[in-house]
């Protein structure tokens, strides 16, 4: 750290908001209660002013008031919205939720997927002087209730009647729930106290703009807006408390990092997709666009369903963000549609990747010329996939919220498309390292942003530490949870991260794992799944997730689900397996079709063949300790609905152990 950082940092972190004499607040780097307020980490080096939503908002408006700010499709048609109407359309939103008694930092919550009534609610709140709480659209109605209840929810604005339906079951356990709105579809019954939207958007219009400008001009930039509740895959959903001034500068100095162009330079096109629950999707999709006048369109709400791709085709997004998950779902549906292709064509486009690939992993020195067949194969091959995926004017392609596979690097990498990884955590406000078109090295999350800071502690002998943060990006603490806030941040101020990384000579992150996943054999031998599941399905085209077993045990073992089809109206994985998956069950001499062909019938070509890569990857191992015993392929693919994943697609470890205690039980039975 700089020795003005350190100044900053040097404040007393175990003790919360106190009181001075005259009943005067100081200010700590932490809060855990909704109206505190925190010292800001500013490093001289990227000062900007701290400033509040309102106030970005307003120098958004005042560049880009006449730019269309969002695109809907309704009734099949695109409805747009500029960015001065959707600022009025904010303002009356805020003064509706005064009217419905939002008390100060008291919370709204928004249960529903991404949509212009989802911005509106989310600016409004924080102009009205409330706290935007996403809510995921996958909670059941007792999780609904631990976040309303748990955020002292004021108003709660919901889709539709089926998510309705989960807050009217549990209304009468929440004291502090005044109103509902439902943006979506008329009301199936009247009931008391519950909106449409446009009944709710009428409500404010005896609230003056002098009432409602002294309420926001009491705003203060080290005060909490927004709420992000972390998905609960390590233990019960904590409320990170994110300040304006974490919003603001991040919306500004992450995605510069990622080289987001302003609109005056050129207007950047997005889609919005991913849940706006979680931080990735509401810091790209919502404050950034503010911040630089972005134009979000919205996608159908089936989009991680199979729909995306004719959003992206309509829109033709200049930047896409997504979970690795996205990407794997993207190059697995390339693989299936090329396997049912003719074999000139499978063969041009294993050339064209091939050529690509290689270019882009020793791309030319800046002023060299493109060598002539990687830009033939793009021409002749690559640009028309990129076209059919909406992706032809895409320029900047991040993916964030989980490590993203070597093969799927690789994969778009033939495809000329550069993920651009992003690394963070909710408890930094998304991003704290970016990469981009300047920042930018094969299997890194690129560096830290431009003033903020990364340290590495507890370091092994190859350079593998706990990655802890430092900056503007830091939250303020967990809502109410003194010890929860206490147990992540260290003397100096900086938050620990729970992953484990690398940083080369430049500054450059890898991620290598998580400490609470780290597995610990009986042995006492340290092992990081993600590398030996990773390079399990590098070997086996047919894997679709691997999960390594070995937590205090003798030996380890692998639970592994095959590709299969999906659903496009559940997004429940089918019994039959991708195209892909197909040809691999061919190479082996297999006919089988489906998952139950395989583990009903216990295929002795696939099991070979799965054995016959497990062990490459075992030749490899680093250790017999990280060599995997024993594994079986469960009969279903993991999914959302089914438990094993979280909202954004990340495996959900421990709910996976219980899931299949049995499987995991038979393997270590004496």
Known sequence: MSKESSVIAEQTLNVPLSEKSGGERTETLWTTSPDGSVKLRIDPSCSQSPITVHQMFLECVDRYGALDAMSSKRGGVWERVTYLEYYKLCRRAAKSFLKLGLGRFHSVGILGFNSPEWFIS???????GGITTGIYTTNSPEACHYVASDCQADIIVVENPKQLEKITQIWEKLPHLKAVVQYKGSLQEKQAHVYTWEEFMELGKDITDAHLDDIISAQKPNQCCVLIYTSGTTGIPKGVMLSHDNITWTAAHASRAGDMTPAEIQQETIVSYLPLSHIAGQIFDLWTGLKWGEHVYFADPGALKGTLVDTLREAQPTALMGVPRVWEKIMEQIKDVSAQAGLLRRKMLSWAMAVSLESNRSPPRNGDPKPFLPTLADFLVLSKIRRALGLSRCQKHFSGAAPVTTETLEFFLGL?????????????S??????GPDT????????????CQVKLVNKDADGNGEICFWGRTVFMGYLHMEDKTKEVFDDEGCLHSG???KMDADGFLQVTGRIKELLITAGGENVPPVLIEDAVKRQLAIVSTAVLIGDRRKFLSMLLTLKSTVDPDTSEPTDNLTQEAIR?????????????DIVGQKDQAVYRAIQGGIDKVNREAASNAQRIQKWIILAK????????MGPTMKLKRQAILEKYKKEVDSFYKV
């Open 637 to 644: 693919d993991f999914s959302i609905s089914g438990g094993e």
């Open 499 to 501: 992953d484990l990384g």
């Open 440 to 451: 930018q090295r094969f299997q890194s999350c690129g560096k830290a942003v431009p003033g």
């Open 416 to 428: 000329n498309i550069t993920l651009y990884e992003a690394y963070g955590m909710s408890e930094t």
């Open 584 to 596: 691999f069950c061919q190479d082996t001499g297999s006919k089988a079709t489906t998952v139950s």
């Open 430 to 435: 998304g991003p704290h390292c970016m990469s």
């Open 122 to 128: 989310a600016v409004g709140t924080v102009f009205a």
